[in-house]
Antibody, heavy 119, light 112 residues
Framework: QLQLQESGPGVVKPSGTLSLTCAVS?????????WNWLRQTPGKGLEWIGE???????NYNPSLKGRVTMTVDKSKNQISLRLNSVTAADTAVYYC????????????WGQGTKVTVSS | DVVMTQSPLSLPVTLGQPASISCRSG???????????LSWFQQRPGQSPRRLIY???NRESGVPDRFSGSGSGNDFTLKISRVEAEDVGIYYC?????????FGQGTKVEIK
C-alpha cells in the first residue's frame, strides 16, 4: 500500500527558503504517475502548488511566480519541494500527493506537515 | 484560474438523513475527450483530504455507496444518502480540466 510522508523544518524565516521532502514507501517513485505538492490554509483553503514526474517533467502553479522547484530523487524514493523568498502568506500545512492523472485528482495523500514562516 | 463555488458552506444534518452539496465551476469542465474532470474530497477532522469521487460520479475503491456524485458541464452535486457519524468533516470539489487545478472553499458537514 502506497504511503507518503512529508518532512522538513516547521519554521522558516521570512525571505528564506522552504524545503520539504516526501518519502514514498510501498511503491516505486518511477511508476507512471505524477507527484504533487499542495498546501492548505484557513484563509485560502486548498491550493495546488505543482507536480513532478519521475522523468523530470514539472508543472507549477503560476501564482507562485517562479519561486517553486520540485525534484525527484530516485535513489531515495523521495520527492522534494523548494519554495524561495517565503513570506507569512506561505504559512500552511503542506501535503504531498499522488495523481495517476492530475485532472482526476490526487488519490493518495501524505499526512501533511505544518510550516510557519516567522522570524 | 477557474473558480469553484460550493454551497452551502455549512451543512448541519441529522443522522440517517440525506445531505447534498452543490459545486459550480466558472467554466465548463468537459474536456475535448468528452470526459468531465470534477472530483470530490472528504477531509475528516485532523486528517488529510481523501478522494471520494472522480470524473463526476466514479467512486473511489472503498468509498461507501451512500456517497454519489452527479452533474454535468458547470454544475455538480455530491449526495450522501444517509449521513453517518463518520461522515463529519469538510467536503471539497476540485476541477482538473483547466490548469492549475482548483478547489472549492469547502462545505462543513456536522451532525445536528
Amino acid at each position: 500500500q502506497l504511503q507518503l510522508q512529508e518532512s522538513g523544518p516547521g519554521v522558516v524565516k521570512p525571505s528564506g527558503t522552504l524545503s520539504l521532502t516526501c518519502a514514498v514507501s510501498g511503491g516505486s517513485i518511477s511508476s507512471n504517475t505524477w507527484w504533487n505538492w499542495l498546501r492548505q490554509t484557513p484563509g485560502k483553503g486548498l491550493e495546488w502548488i505543482g507536480e513532478v514526474h519521475h522523468i523530470g517533467n514539472t508543472n507549477y502553479n503560476p501564482s507562485l511566480k517562479g519561486r517553486v522547484t520540485m525534484t525527484v530523487d530516485k535513489s531515495k524514493n523521495q520527492i522534494s519541494l523548494r519554495l524561495n523568498s517565503v513570506t507569512a502568506a506561505d504559512t500552511a500545512v503542506y501535503y504531498c500527493a499522488r495523481a495517476n492523472s492530475v485532472p482526476d485528482g490526487m488519490d493518495v495523500w501524505g499526512q501533511g506537515t505544518k510550516v510557519t514562516v516567522s522570524s | 484560474d477557474v473558480v469553484m463555488t460550493q454551497s452551502p458552506l455549512s451543512l448541519p444534518v441529522t443522522l440517517g438523513q440525506p445531505a447534498s452539496i452543490s459545486c459550480r465551476s466558472g467554466q465548463s469542465l468537459v474536456d475535448s475527450d468528452g470526459k468531465t474532470y470534477l472530483s470530490w474530497f472528504q477531509q475528516r477532522p485532523g486528517q488529510s483530504p481523501r478522494r471520494l469521487i472522480y470524473r463526476v460520479s466514479n467512486r473511489e475503491s472503498g468509498v461507501p455507496d451512500r456517497f454519489s456524485g452527479s452533474g454535468s458541464g458547470n454544475d455538480f452535486t455530491l449526495k450522501i444518502s444517509r449521513v453517518e457519524a463518520e461522515d463529519v468533516g469538510i467536503y471539497y470539489c476540485m476541477q482538473g480540466r483547466h490548469a492549475p487545478p482548483t478547489f472549492g472553499q469547502g462545505t462543513k458537514v456536522e451532525i445536528k
